[in-house]
């Protein structure tokens, strides 16, 4: 096979240090890689495949030569710089929010819409983390009873927010375990807070509101119903999501364990007589979505609950946006 050459754009943050990792782990075929992030970052090594490559500061120059670009460096800098790359020749995968709704770009979960990524593609969408792990096992059951309604609500690990909210977490941790005192409603250590991204005038968040979206587009059902809340709880990485759905037509719980015990990507986890089921803690550096606790919904005529576990920096972000890449291949 052909080796690429690849761009990490966001290269010390999390999610850039996961793609670098996953890289490496997935033996993704490499001839020339290069670190780009912002001056502050500039000179900074960081090792891959046995070599120190230092970050270079992120330019318009900086993707001649570049078969794949993967960005994770936020949306305003994905606006400017992904369309600079693509007009290089580059595939850009781009892991914030600024192109998932275009209408030309697709929005890939691979277990789910491979079917949607085309080579000519030039930017590729990366869906939100809690999107793709929920789409992941939520898409073979569409497929088996379909769909009528979707209520979610999300338990997000503070690494969603970035490495200095992580640093922040442990450290009022400490401080509140010394004097509580200090303790703050909106800090992350022993809260759960309602807030993720900015408030929509609707009162939704936008991370409400790009579950809705996003879903809608990866299933190719624009007028499901959806419904989010979605908040960040004092773990330090992998998302949970207590999941349920309306189906058109009947599905038991014992048809989903088999549907889901052989659907792509997933772990099925799911004994709650043996205390069986997933934790953030089991999926935290795992490349699966973990499922279980599922059960009927009484409430409506066909409806199931699910609680879905996935590291969001792996499947939630840099892992799949490799699959992506990989398919591409």
Known sequence: MKNFNVAIVGATGLVGRTFIEILEQRNFPVANIRFLASEKSVGKKIPFRGKEIAVEVLQEDSFKGMDFALFSAGATVSLKFAPIAAECGTTVIDNSSAWRMKENVPLIVPEVN????????????????????????????????????????????????????????????????????????????????PHIDIFMEDGSTKEETKMVQETRKILGEPDLPVSATCVRVPVVNAHSCSVNLEFENPLEPEQAHQILAKAPGVILMDDPKNEIYPTPLVASGKDEVFVGRIRRDFSVKYGLNLWVVADNLRKGAALNAIQIAELLL
């Open 114 to 193: 491979a079917h949607a990524l085309k080579p000519e593609h030039k930017i590729i969408a990366n869906p939100n983390c809690s999107t793709i792990q929920m789409v992941v096992a939520a898409k073979p059951l569409h497929d088996a009873a379909r769909i009528k309604r979707i209520v979610v609500s999300t338990y997000q690990s503070v690494a969603g927010k970035g490495k200095a909210a992580v640093d922040a977490l442990l450290r009022d941790s400490a401080n509140y375990l010394q004097d509580a005192t200090k303790f703050s409603v909106k800090q992350h250590a022993f809260n759960a807070v």
